[in-house]
Each structure stands twice: as structure tokens, then as C-alpha cells.
DNA sequence: CTTAGGTTTAAGGTGTACCTTATAATAACT
DNA sequence: AGTTATTATAAGGTACACCTTAAACCTAAG
């Protein structure tokens, strides 16, 4: 009957985060994880320094942070556990698309591999979240995700959608408002001077959506 | 992205244990509570003093504390859903019956009715949990749960096991291991001067349980 | 009615994870 | 090389949830 969970939860965000936000072997610049986790700067100083105490970290100063290979291991563990639930939440309990992140969010930090093994099983192995990010495997691997951005095409262009990221709920129902979805096929047909929203068509209709926002779109092209 | 989870871990676990150490509308002693929860009387008087400021219990000096309405409310929640995620972690992934209370207590803090609802639909509104306890109802109804204790029958007496509590995973092991599970059959031999074990004969065995054990385990009697 | 034992309050501490304000150090740009 | 902006550190605070030790208090039992 014991209490404590022993609060593993920030540590996981922040481990998470610093996956995410980091492209090759680049360190994550501190005030870049703090601004996406809403905490100041120093708080989030601080907490790298006590995650480099557990060797989970590495801080460059003046560079920034990033995973060792147990911070590395830790974070697939967690995006796997999320991306897991994810799957069940929207394929077991058919919870919208755009709120299971949140949800999962919670889940990802209560649980280890003694029920999410069980559970990835009784979900068929999924390979990826129902927002078409990969997911880990147990091992500990994380199938290459690199796909080309929607900002990336140049006009002309036909590609199909794989993934949305981050699972934010507002840009997810956004752009699934535009018809911008998963396996949603799409050209590219008109890149703005200056600002570089892109426009787009989607199915019979024409949409325009900024630049920030196409980088949010992992899409591979096809041939038209 | 954000961070808080905001801890409404241990509260929770202060309201399910008493709930379930309260007898009727007798208080629960705060030793009994702390010694439940492992925690030392003097940390224990200082929660039940911050959820008192919250509205969540009474506390009588020298008494005990009692759930106020909201509290009751929110002990029956958490209850729900500690037992919602135990069926799900047996019925669903397999998960053996002596190991998913400890994992339950991690998952029902971190989800709200958003998905324990959902869950319990998938789940085909179980009425009890994988240990035979009465789930509450969604709007906070506790289906009534007496039964006969195995220590308060008397020799010779037939009953057949309908719960076992609490759930901790060495009880649960052990009686397994000497056939007292749900739904087993039983016959009272005799019970212990002195220390009031008793000999039970389960199956085609005899075995001999603890007083204390014996009151753990819920049955009905059967006419021989 | 007194006293032993359980209960409560008080006082001081720990560790985690956040905050603000202010100062120091560095990097990068003109 | 000097200034500016970013980054880091220092100092002091809050809140939560636990700890120990010690003193005060009540209750119930002899």
C-alpha cells in the first residue's frame, strides 16, 4: 500500500522534450526546452542540472542540453508508452483524434513495460500513433521518421500527408478543418512572397495555410 | 505541453483507504489510516488537516476522521476507477490477478471520466473488479457489499468465496496457492483454540489459515 | 481519580519542482 | 574591440508531502 510514485513525471517531459526538439545530434538550447515546456529558464536550468547529476543529460553551457544514451533510452521509453496509449485510447475507447494527447500525456508516466508490452501486444504491434508519428520499439529503436515537411515542396508538387506534429489538439482540428489529414492527398500550388504561407489544394478545395504551420506536416511526395 | 499534473496523488490515496477503514459512519482513527498508508501519525494528521481546508473530510480530535459528501464522491471516483483499470489490465491484456492492484493504483490518478467512461462501456460495465469488489456507479452509487467474513462462520459451515480484500498481492498469492480463490467452494473444520486459525477444507485439500487472513476473505454460505 | 497510552501540536528538516529578481559570464554581431 | 543579447548563477521564496523529536493534551481504563 505504498504512496509515492516517486515523481519520475517531469524528468519524462523533460527528456521527451529534449528528443523532440532535437534535430541530429544538436543540443537542445535551454531556453528553447523551457519555452516549450511553460517553465522559466532558470527552473529549467536547474532541473538539467539535477538530470546531469543522474546522467541522463548532458549540459554544454552556452549550447545547451542533450541526451546521454540512458536519457536516450528513457525518452524512447516514454514516447513509446505515450504514442502506445495514444493508439488505445483512439482504437479501444474511440476518443477523438485530437484529444488523446493530452490524455496520454498523463498515462505515459504511470506505467512500465510489464503492462505496456502486454498492452502494445493486444494492440497488434502498431507502428505508428494515430497522429502517424513512429513508435519506438521496445528494444528501444526508433524507426527513421525523416519525411519531407509540407514547406519543403515547391509549387507543383503532389504529396500525401504521413504525420502531424506537435499533436497540438488546436493545430490538429485546424488543419483537419482544411481537410488536412492523415493520408489526405495534396498539391502544392502557391508559395506567398514574404510571409511563405503556402496554398494548397486539398481533395476539390483550395486552402491557405502559413509556413510555420506547413512545417508541421510531415508529407511524402508522390508523382502526379 | 504543460507540466503539472497536479498532485492529487496522495489526497486520493488518504480518501480511498478511508473509505474503505471506515465502518459504517464511524471515524477512522488517524492512526489507523496512517498505519494503513504507511506514513507516520504525525505527516498523516497534517493532510487530513490540508484536506480539511478542502472540504474532503471531518476531522474529530482524538476521533477519527470522517468523508464529507464531496469527499465520499471523490473516494467513490478514484474507487471506480482503480477498479475499472484492474478489469481492464486482467480481461484486457492478460495481466495476472495478483499484480494488477499495484499497477491500478498508479493508473487511477491520471485520468478523469473522460476516459474511464469510455473504458468502462469497452469493458461492458463490470460490476465488480477482477477481486470480486463492487465497482461504484459512474454517478457515485457504492452497490452494497456486505458479506460474510470466512472468520465469522462457524464449524461445518459451506460457503463459497466471493471476495478477497485487501488486495495485496502477497495475501492474494497465498490463498491462490492453497486454492481459496474467487468462487471456490469451502467447508469449515474447526477453528483454533487460542489463536482462532482456521482448517479449512477447499477441494479435495485441508489447509490451515490465520484468523487475521481468514477475515480477508468475503464468502456466502451454501446449505451442505 | 489518577495515570498510562494514544493523539495532537509544535518546531525544525529533507527533497522536489517550481517562482522572481538581480547579477555575472559568455557569444555573437557590428 | 566593444556593445548587445542570450545564458547562467546566485539568492530568497512558495507549496507539497514527507520525516523526527519533544511537549502538550485528552480519554479511557484501572
Redesign the pocket.
Known sequence: MS??TG?????EMYLKSIYQLGVGDAPV???TLSNRL??????A???I??MEKRRLVK?I????VSLTKRGLKQALAVLRRHRLWERFLTDRLGLPWEQVHDVACSLEHSVGPEVTEPLAADLGEPATCPHGNPIPTAEGEMPSERGLRLHELSAGQRAVVDVIRPENAEILEHLASHGVTLGAELELIEIEPLDGARTISVGSKQVVIGKELASCVVVHPIHA
Chains 1, 2 share one sequence.
Open positions: 504512496i509515492r515523481s519520475r513525471e517531469s524528468p538550447p535551454i531556453s511553460g517553465i522559466s529558464p532558470v527552473s536550468t536547474e532541473m542540472h539535477r549540459h553551457p552556452y549550447k545547451g
